[in-house]
């Protein structure tokens, strides 16, 4: 499959559409990123447990989202908008690659007496939660589904979805399973000065076809998250609890979706915390960080007590409007299935951007990392520490 044609055929679309009251323009968004760099022990710099240690210097792919939107009917109370995205991944050379339908939705606003009430359907990214510093969605159930949110709901607003989750395996009839995410959740709730509180649960439910037993156990996932704002910055505190095929999530970087149903699992539970924010410590500082606990038992059937903890810090020195110093350090310690690991990185980098801010893009950096994994010595090329050097590009539109 190639890119521009894809992209060319959903643009052609969406401009062709037949409306009978006045609309907008299409609308092109979309990230990249990409660059080169070379390692001391792999050849091309690594990309090394991304999650824990953060991903400034430790990213070796060229990835791209180009989004194209447009409002096809809107009658001053009515509005529908259709919603694609193509997604792109390649190695770092850009050989080869693949394309993927991200998203193509309709999503219809002013239907009800509610005008903030969305009703939607199709594949979509759906109200995605992540840790930016480490790369990682804590919480995203994107798929293809349908759902009605925004629902004015005393002091905060009401969500519903209902995605179609991936096919998984049943270990007793070897048997696909269909499966479906229920996520239902509700944000805003206010707090103390400036606070806000969303909570959330996501049901993950194997639906048995004609014949069919699923021995898996169903799972859950519960959410609450508290954003602290700041004068300048903010701060998110998110406490997870999961059962079942979920409860390997947690230590593993799971987001919700596509689980391992497995009746091993049938008895396991897990948690996890993380606390993670930006802050402007004065003109010229700024300051990012990630902090995750999480814990996990009877995985896989067995009577292991999983644990993995991580820390990422990420000042920011601005010595113009257009250039800067960025430091990442990050480190993380676990044991999985009694199987323990460690790791660090640090690295430095020099960038350019077009004025100030810890999300200032686009982004063009030079960079110097240094890993190091403390428990396996043959991690990078048969060495356990690893120097790596490069240049790249980040950016969103």
Avoid: C
Wanted: aromatic residues 10%; proline residues 2%.
């Amino acid at each position: 499959m190639k890119l521009l044609p894809l992209a060319g055929a959903i643009s052609a679309a969406l401009l062709s559409a037949n409306v009978t009251a006045e609309t907008s323009p299409l609308e092109f968004n979309g990230y990249m990123r990409g660059g080169v760099g070379l390692g001391s022990e792999s050849g091309s710099n690594p990309k090394w447990e991304v999650n824990k240690v953060g991903r400034l210097g430790n990213e070796n792919d060229l990835y791209g989202e180009f989004g194209f939107k447009k409002e096809v009917f809107n009658d001053g109370e009515t509005s529908y908008v259709v919603d694609s995205m193509l997604k792109y991944w390649a190695g770092q050379d850009g050989a080869g690659g693949d394309v993927e339908v991200a998203q193509f939705n309709v999503q219809a606003q002013g239907l009800f007496e509610d005008k903030d009430i969305v009703l939607w359907g199709g594949k979509r990214y759906y109200q995605r939660h992540d840790v930016h510093i480490l790369d990682s969605y804590y919480w995203d159930i994107s798929g293809t589904g349908a759902g009605i949110e925004h629902i004015n709901m005393g002091p905060g607003k009401l969500s519903m979805a209902l995605i179609q989750d991936d096919v998984a395996g049943d270990l007793d009839d070897g048997q696909e399973i269909t499966a479906v995410i229920a996520d239902i959740r509700y944000a805003g709730i206010p707090l103390w000065n400036r606070a806000d509180l969303e909570v959330g649960v996501d049901y993950n439910y194997g639906h048995e076809r004609n014949g069919q037993k699923i021995d898996a156990d169903d799972s859950i996932l519960l959410t609450a998250s508290i954003t602290q704002n700041l004068d300048a910055g903010f701060n998110k505190t998110i406490l997870q609890a999961a059962t079942a095929g979920y409860a390997e999530q947690m230590t593993g970087y799971g987001s919700g979706n596509g689980i391992k149903r497995d009746v091993n699992d049938n008895d396991a539970s897990g948690y996890r915390i993380i606390n993670w924010g930006v802050v402007s410590l004065s003109d010229d500082i700024e300051f990012g960080h990630s902090v995750l606990f999480a814990a996990a038992g009877d995985v896989d059937g067995t009577d292991t007590d999983d644990t993995l903890f991580s820390v990422v810090a990420r000042p920011m020195y601005k010595w113009t409007e257009k250039m800067r110093t960025i430091v990442e350090v990050g480190g993380f310690t676990q044991t999985i299935n009694d199987v323990d690991g460690a790791g660090s990185k640090v690295t430095v980098a020099q960038a350019w951007v077009p004025q100030v801010g810890f999300w200032s893009r686009p982004e063009i950096r030079v960079f110097a990392s240094y890993m190091n994994d403390y428990e396996n010595e043959t991690a990078f090329n048969g060495a356990d520490s690893e120097v790596s050097v490069g240049m790249q590009a980040e950016a969103w539109w």
